[in-house]
């Protein structure tokens, strides 16, 4: 599911049986975006059980977005799902979010 002007795929396991969803994240991951995403998120949260968000291409992250994640994290971690993150982003936004004690959200 790529829509225009969404920085956002989700894509679910196709092994029979399994309750897993793929969901990645691209380019811009900021307050402007939220909207676009949060609900898509969110259902794929709830539809399965086994959650991957893959950040990739990141250009901007804020804490709005980071926030986000950390919270959907909590919320599907109290519902017994599992989430996982795998994270790739430039050495700058990695350093900034070192250096603000906010890689761990993302761990």
């Known amino acids: ?18 309750s897993k969803v793929s969901i990645i994240l691209e380019n811009e991951l900021t307050i ?9 998120i969110i259902e794929s949260v709830m539809k399965y059980d086994q959650i991957e968000f893959a950040l ?5 992250i804020d804490i ?14 109290e519902l017994n799902k599992k989430v996982s993150f795998d994270v790739e982003l430039s050495d700058d936004i990695k350093s900034l979010l ?3 004690d906010l890689s761990k959200v993302l761990i």
């Not at 599911?1 to 399994?18: A, H, R, V």
């Not at 402007?32 to 898509?40: A, G, P, R, V």
């Open 64 to 77: 709005t977005f980071i926030q986000l994640l950390y919270s959907i994290k909590k919320t599907a971690e």
């Open 98 to 100: 070192n250096h603000s």
């Open 56 to 60: 990739k291409n990141v250009n901007n």
């Open 32 to 40: 402007f975006s939220i909207e676009s995403m949060k609900d898509k």
């Open 1 to 18: 599911m790529k829509t225009k002007d969404i920085n956002i795929q989700i894509k679910p396991s196709k092994k029979k049986g399994e």
